[in-house]
């Protein structure tokens, strides 16, 4: 009984970080610039990390294999979010805008409320 329920919480953990890492990819095609991109890759990429990892540590069971997980677990989560936000201040400084229109729209449609601002 203990197995079986050791396999389901594995295979829930697991997942979910992979559903997680799904989102990740959907979210790095359909966002319009490079600081959202940053943001969904960055952030989404480290939680599924840790639920696969935990789902691994789970099977593996206390042994050197869990510990080596471990840290792994504890590199990633100080070298991802580190890497992302390295990334978007050398794009900042680069001088690269934020998209601020909406998703990517060359500006407001006939049907729409809001006016372009003109500079």
């Not at 829930?12 to 991109?37: E, K, N, Q, S, W």
């Not at 050197?64 to 504890?74: E, G, H, M, R, Y």
């Not at 979010?81 to 400084?93: D, G, K, V």
């Not at 729209?105 to 729409?112: I, L, T, Y």
């Amino acid at each position: 009984m203990m197995e079986l329920l050791l396999d389901i919480s594995t295979w829930i953990l697991m997942m979910t970080g992979c559903a997680f890492l799904l989102i990740t990819g959907v979210g790095l095609l359909r966002f319009p610039d490079i600081y959202t991109r940053i943001h969904a890759g960055g952030m989404a990429d480290t939680l599924a990390t840790f639920l696969i990892f935990g789902g691994l540590a789970l099977q593996s069971g206390f042994t050197l294999v869990t510990v080596k997980l471990v840290f792994i677990v504890a590199f990633i989560f100080i070298t991802s979010p580190t890497a992302t936000y390295a990334l978007a201040q050398a794009t900042f400084i680069a001088g690269l805008k934020p998209v601020v229109d909406g998703f990517g729209d060359d500006g407001p449609d006939e049907n729409s409320n809001t006016a372009k601002v003109k500079d």
